[in-house]
C-alpha cells in the first residue's frame, strides 16, 4: 500500500535534508517510520490539545468574522479533494477563483496581528505547503490564511478559573484588528518538486513496510 499524505502534514515530505548526499531529511524519515507504524499497527494517534478544541469549536465563528471583515458570504466546504490516490485536502472555503483557509488563533498572545509575525507563524507551522496542495487538489491560483482572533468558549476543558480572560474575551475589539491575512500564488515548479519529493518518501515508506511487516 503507497503512503498517504494529508495537505495538512505535507509539510514533513518537503523539509530539507542537512546533507546534499541525502534525499530525505531526518525529520521527513522519523514521520515516515511513524506512518508505516500506523498502517502496520492499524492505530490512530490521538493529538487533541486546548488549540486544536478551540480551532473546531470555534472554525464557525472565525468564518463569520472573515465574512464581516471581507464583506462575504463565505460557507464551509465539506468536500475532500484527491490527487492521483495519494494526496488529499479539505478546504476550509473555496470560492470560483481562491481557496481561503482560516486558522484560529487561541488567545491575542498568539495571534499573529502584523504580517510579519503571521507570515512566520505559517513557515514554522508548515502552512504554506498546506496551502499549495489545496491549490493543486482543487485548481485555483490564489490561497490564503486566514488568521483569526474571536473570543474563546468559557468551556471548562479550554479556560481555568485563573485564566487571563482579557487575552480570551475579544467581542469588543473590531472586527478588521482580528484578522490576520496572508495570500500566496500557485507555483507549478514547486508543486512537481513536491510530487518528486513524493516518490523519494513512498519508495522509503514501502522498504520500512515490508520490514516491519516481514
Known amino acids: 500500500m503507497n503512503l498517504k499524505v494529508r495537505a495538512s502534514e505535507a509539510y514533513n515530505l518537503m523539509v530539507k535534508p542537512r546533507s546534499k548526499s541525502e534525499t530525505l531529511s531526518e525529520t521527513t524519515k522519523t514521520w515516515l517510520k511513524e506512518k508505516v507504524k500506523q498502517e502496520v499497527f492499524a492505530y ?3 493529538i487533541e490539545n486546548k488549540y486544536m478544541i478551540k480551532g473546531i469549536r470555534c472554525e464557525d465563528k472565525s468564518i463569520a468574522l472573515l465574512n464581516e471583515v471581507e464583506n462575504e458570504w463565505y460557507e464551509k466546504n465539506t468536500e475532500r479533494f484527491y490527487y492521483e490516490d495519494w494526496l488529499s485536502g479539505e478546504p476550509d472555503i473555496i470560492t470560483s477563483d481562491v481557496i481561503r483557509d482560516v486558522k484560529t488563533s487561541w488567545s491575542l498572545e498568539t495571534f499573529p496581528a502584523f504580517k510579519e509575525d503571521a507570515e512566520k507563524s ?4 508548515g502552512y504554506e505547503w498546506q496551502l499549495r496542495c489545496y491549490m493543486l487538489l482543487v485548481g485555483r491560483e490564489r490561497a490564503s490564511i486566514d488568521y483569526c482572533m474571536v473570543s474563546t468558549p468559557d468551556d ?3 479556560l481555568k478559573p485563573w485564566d487571563n480572560l482579557t487575552i480570551h474575551q475579544v467581542d469588543n475589539i473590531p472586527a478588521k484588528q482580528r484578522v490576520s491575512t496572508v495570500w500566496f500564488e500557485r507555483d507549478k515548479k514547486l ?7 513524493y516518490k523519494l518518501a513512498n519508495s522509503y515508506y514501502l522498504e520500512r513496510l515490508n520490514e516491519l511487516v516481514n
Open 122 to 125: 505559517i513557515k514554522s507551522a
Open 44 to 46: 490512530i494517534p490521538t
Open 191 to 197: 508543486e512537481e518538486e513536491l510530487i518528486e519529493r
Open 156 to 158: 471548562e476543558d479550554l
